[in-house]
């Protein structure tokens, strides 16, 4: 089923009079029942209002296909015509208020005490709430709609609608309370729920919408001619005359009543009006505000990415990088590149393993989400230009003639076989004794109240045997050897 927006944007292309007429067959009800309870209960004043709300539908069809909830508009449309036709039919009504209660009511009783209560100034409760919460109470209570319909009209899943629905619910009561009317929000859903919709006559949905498409192409002048309310009809039975061509009402006294005045403005609406342009007005300065900001960033942007391709330019034109292995042996710088090209292999592995294919560099392998994250080039080699295929041999040369070889099979492996320096071998040494030495370390302080050892020579006696004293003896004058200077 096509959503209202697609219906609008139906009819304001195309002018599909079978898209706006299902418009009017879903949301007749909503709008008929919320004149009605408007009203007072006027049945035939409620259809005018249906007309005009819709007839503003159909003019405004374009805009209000982007509105999020269609269904809050059209309750705040009703009000607006709601009072409009109120203010400038209030004499004739009062003429006429026998013709208007020609309707029976409908079948089932007017409805508990408590929806007697609440029905006057349930609508205009509903006005006072934020317009998420009103949007909320529309949908929910006013159409019956479920919390999953509630949400995807609202763009929140099922349960926040229903958390959104059950706060706005509680406004609605804290605002019914202060006009004397007490309740629970549970009881208070149900009534509403139970009361509120309120079905429009047989046969008014095909006469608002042909009258409201007709109105929006020939004005509203035009649209008045085309549909006569039940009111206007009961009218006219009584005087005797209706005049169709003109749309001139004749009162029942016989003489031609004079047309009525267009009503002053409601100050509240005026306010809220002003109050509504000076927040747009607002909200179009902020717009401006990030649209200039968003011309800045763009700037900077475009200077980082000149700035950048310069850099790169002279970096291209510098030549091969330096050797940044500076102050490593060779036995070090090996084995530092040794152990890239055993992480880039295991990381093509792995991405062949996950995606059935081979990668296209080792660009794809390096970065903060990939499989390494940092690839550090310690003596300037470059890894662009290593085979991804499967089991391939990795081999890389440093600017200074230093070539490293990684074979998965371990056919062609280039042997780390340098000789130690000293500060290499004081290091392997130390790592050897360690675990001796911090087993002597915790029987001094088991032995000595958690005293640490005040020298390593303290720690001679606390060694499970002599070979490991002896060795940490080794190992302390391997670094001390490493740590001078020759001469």
Not at 35 to 57: I, K
Request: charged residues 20%.
């Amino acid at each position: 089923m096509n959503d209202d927006a697609t219906l609008l944007r139906h009819y304001a292309e195309d002018r599909s009079e079978a898209a706006f007429a299902e418009l009017v067959r879903r949301h007749l009800d909503l709008v008929y029942g919320a004149a009605v309870r408007r009203s007072g209960g006027d049945r035939h004043l409620a259809a005018d209002v249906a007309q005009q709300v819709f007839t503003r539908l159909a003019r405004d069809a374009r805009k209000l296909s982007c509105h999020p909830v269609l269904q809050a508009w059209l309750h705040t449309a009703t009000r607006n015509a709601s009072l409009n036709l109120m203010r400038s039919d209030q004499r004739r009504r009062a003429r006429e208020s026998r013709a208007a209660d020609i309707e029976a009511e409908p079948p089932g009783g007017s409805g508990s005490p408590d929806w007697e209560r609440i029905k006057p100034v349930l609508d205009d409760a509903i006005d006072q709430l934020p317009g998420p919460d009103r949007d909320a109470v529309v949908l929910r209570f006013l159409e019956r709609r479920e919390f999953s319909e509630v949400g995807l009209a609202m763009k929140i899943s099922a349960d926040a609608a229903r958390m959104r629905t059950g706060r706005a619910l509680e406004k609605l009561r804290a605002l019914l309370e202060r006009r004397g009317i007490t309740s629970t929000a549970a009881a208070l859903g149900a009534i509403v729920t139970n009361q509120s919709l309120m079905s429009a006559p047989s046969g008014l949905a095909s006469a608002v919408a042909s009258a409201s498409v007709s109105a929006a192409g020939l004005g509203f002048a035009a649209s008045l001619t085309s549909l006569m309310t039940t009111k206007y009809a009961a009218t006219a039975i009584i005087c005797g005359l209706l005049a169709f061509g003109a749309g001139t009402y004749v009162g029942r006294a016989g003489r031609a009543e004079p047309k009525a005045v267009p009503p002053p403005e409601n100050p509240a609406q005026a306010r809220e009006i002003a109050s509504l342009r000076q927040s747009n007005g607002m909200l179009q300065a902020e717009v401006d505000r990030v649209d200039a900001a968003n011309a800045r960033l763009t700037s900077i942007n475009a200077q980082l990415n000149a700035s950048n391709a310069k850099f790169a330019a002279a970096k291209a034109a510098s030549g091969p990088a330096r050797n940044l292995s500076i102050g490593m042996t060779t036995r070090e710088l090996k084995q530092t590149i040794m152990n890239n090209l055993r992480q880039i292999d295991a990381a093509r592995a792995q991405f062949r393993m996950e995606n059935n294919a081979d990668p296209e560099s080792v660009a794809v392998l390096v970065g903060d989400t990939s499989y390494i994250r940092r690839l550090h080039t310690v003596g300037g080699e470059d890894y662009s230009s290593l085979s991804m295929g499967p089991d391939q041999v990795l081999t890389v040369t440093t600017p200074d003639g230093t070539t490293v070889t990684y074979d998965p099979s371990g056919a062609t492996t280039t042997p780390i076989n340098e000789p130690m320096s000293p500060e290499e071998k004081a290091q392997e040494m130390m790592q050897g004794v360690g675990p001796a030495v911090n087993q002597a370390v915790a029987a001094y302080k088991a032995a000595n109240q958690g005293q640490d050892p005040p020298n390593p020579e303290a720690l001679t006696p606390f060694f499970a045997n002599p070979q490991d004293a002896v060795a940490f003896a080794q190992a302390r004058e391997a670094v001390k050897a490493a740590r001078t200077p020759p001469h």
